[in-house]
């Protein structure tokens, strides 16, 4: 059984080359998205959309 995760990292988060290195000792495939293409990350804009809405 496969199980996905959805991490939303900024380019300009400081700890993101050790984010990566740790993402990739764990075997998991990094996914980038294009910028400002919300179709391709339904999932998380739905659950941004609902933040910003409470």
Same mark, same amino acid.
């Given at each position: +059984?496969? %199980?996905? &995760?959805? =991490?939303? =990292? %900024? #380019? !300009? /988060?400081? *700890?993101?080359?050790? /984010?990566?290195?740790?993402?990739? *000792? +764990? $075997?998991?495939?990094? =996914?980038?998205?294009? #910028? !400002? %293409? #919300? ?7 739905? &659950?941004? $959309? %609902?933040?910003? !809405?409470?």
């Amino acid at each position: +059984m496969r %199980s996905h &995760v959805i =991490v939303i =990292v %900024s #380019p !300009r /988060f400081d *700890g993101l080359a050790c /984010f990566r290195s740790r993402v990739e *000792g +764990m $075997g998991i495939t990094e =996914v980038i998205t294009a #910028p !400002r %293409s #919300p179709w391709q990350k339904a999932y998380v804009e739905r &659950v941004i $959309g %609902s933040i910003r !809405r409470e």
